[in-house]
């Protein structure tokens, strides 16, 4: 198998895709304690790490409209700590400084430097994510022509609007975009509905949840595009030829 001849660029997800984000977020969620234990003791005793999660889910269910901005969402729920424990809430946005820079401090997936970069020797790469992991933060800047996210969009995929703003951020046609990921409904259906060519990577530690997943949708369009079902990032270059 080979890249569609239509092939012109490949958009990427990033958290779960590139690099495991469920290691990064515990320990910038640690960091952020430890910060908090200086700037705000009183809102670190009453909100230890599980109970800023509760908060920060609380929040997103209070603001929907928010659901697209992570950023905003852990800002919000800092405030809604502090102000809750008594303490100064203009401590929100520098604590979520804190948090957010060592959030960026990823490792990458073992295979992913090399197939990059025989992927960005062939066509251009722009990261599409859900999440707001920065290319210049995590290293992937060498490799990416640019980035849209659901911050900057307004809207999360699998939402057409995402993949349409990253097409024409590539200014090209969905039929000339391949966008891998490693959600099904998300990147794989959310793609495929919007006209892209699709990829899904299922890495080994994802295989036994993708395989327990129900059909996210069993009513949506037959493919019209290409599509792989890969188990890692060289295994999608090697099908691509690249």
Known sequence: ????????????????????????????????????????PVTVQRFPVERMRALREQVSR????????????????????????????ALAGPAFEVFFAERQRVTFYPDVERSLDRLAARWPLLALSNGNAE???????????????????????????IFAAACAHLRLSPGQVLHAGDDHRCDVRGAQAAGLHSAW????????????????????????????TVGHLAELADRLGA
């Open 62 to 89: 209070d603001c929907p409209d928010l659901a697209h901005d992570l950023t905003a969402l852990r800002l919000e729920a800092n405030r809604r700590a502090l102000r809750a424990s008594g303490e100064d809430p």
């Open 135 to 161: 290319l210049e933060a995590t290293g992937l800047s060498r490799w990416f022509v640019g980035s849209v996210n659901a911050r900057s969009v307004g809207v999360l995929k699998p939402d057409a609007r």
């Open 201 to 228: 990577i299922v890495r080994p530690d994802q295989a036994a949840h993708a395989a327990a997943a129900p059909d996210p949708d069993p009513v949506a369009p037959p493919v019209t595009g290409w599509h792989v």
């Open 1 to 40: 198998m080979h890249a569609p001849p239509s092939l012109h660029a490949l958009s990427f997800d990033l958290d779960d895709t590139l690099w495991p984000v469920a290691p990064a977020i515990l320990q910038a969620e640690r960091v952020l304690q430890q910060w908090l234990e200086q700037h705000a």
